[in-house]
């Protein structure tokens, strides 16, 4: 299983492509910072902002980086079908299930190392170009924490969300066999679900047991400071613990209907 998994990483990895997304979230996290650093000047030249804020607030950055995700997911499954490969693949001494496990870890891989690699960007950006501090400094507003601990918690919840788009994107990929529709939907939720969210909390207050709707887990970034205020303020209301675990049983669930999907997946007309 282990070979499978390597075999899949290195065709992930030798891909240009994934390379240079990764490349551009470099690029992004820079740019982002020196956008900020050009609005954050006083009318005698001196940066306002701290480099910890920014860096704290990792999250507004994320999205780059799970488009770049939602891409690789939708990608690893439907050009296998594209190319004709998926035939190569099958032959091989795997049963279905571990070769989509594989793509499945795969994608895993790439988008922690995706995370340390904004994380790592976000810092050096951060201070480079705003005023530097240390990154264990108390962060005002979060509690207590240092910047390092703010950062690392909303880049852990942002992997779970990554964790529901990758499962959601590889469904779509491996039942239609279709990138751009996979792409397409992975979008959808990504960049869809604020939108969604804003229809559902009006009927939410009415039907309490939407509030476990999966586009209302999709909030979770929101949660990783708990408000006392939002327990009575948002009828919708779930702790971190409650969406990251109704995110884990989406995930598993979607994984299982996958699996069944591709196992019985017809490859002749590929």
Known sequence: MSVLIKN??????????????????????????????????????????KANDLFASLTEMTSFLNLFVV???????????SR???KFLLIRPFTRSQILFSKFVACLIYSVLGTVILYIS??????????????????KGYHGWN??????????ANLLLILLYITITLFISAAVRSQSLAVGVGLGVLFGSSI????????ISKHQWLKWNPFN??????????NTDAVSNYPGYLN?????????????IIYLVMQLLFKKRDVSLS
């Open 8 to 49: 899949e990483w290195l065709k992930l990895i030798k891909k240009k492509s994934s390379w240079i997304m990764w490349i551009m979230l470099v690029v992004m996290t820079f740019a982002i910072t020196l956008l900020v650093r050009s609005t954050a000047k006083s009318p005698s030249g001196d940066i306002m902002m």
């Open 71 to 81: 891409v690789v997911a939708a990608s690893i499954v439907a050009e296998e079908f």
């Open 84 to 86: 004709g490969t998926i």
């Open 122 to 139: 976000s810092l050096v950006s951060a201070n480079l170009l705003l005023s530097a501090q240390s990154p264990l400094a108390v962060v």
């Open 147 to 156: 910047a390092l601990t703010v950062a690392g918690a909303y880049a852990g």
């Open 196 to 203: 969604i969210n804003s229809f559902l909390n009006v009927v």
């Open 217 to 226: 887990m999709l909030n979770i970034k929101n949660t990783v400071m708990e």
């Open 240 to 252: 971190f613990w409650q969406m990251a675990g109704g995110i884990l049983v989406y995930s598993m």
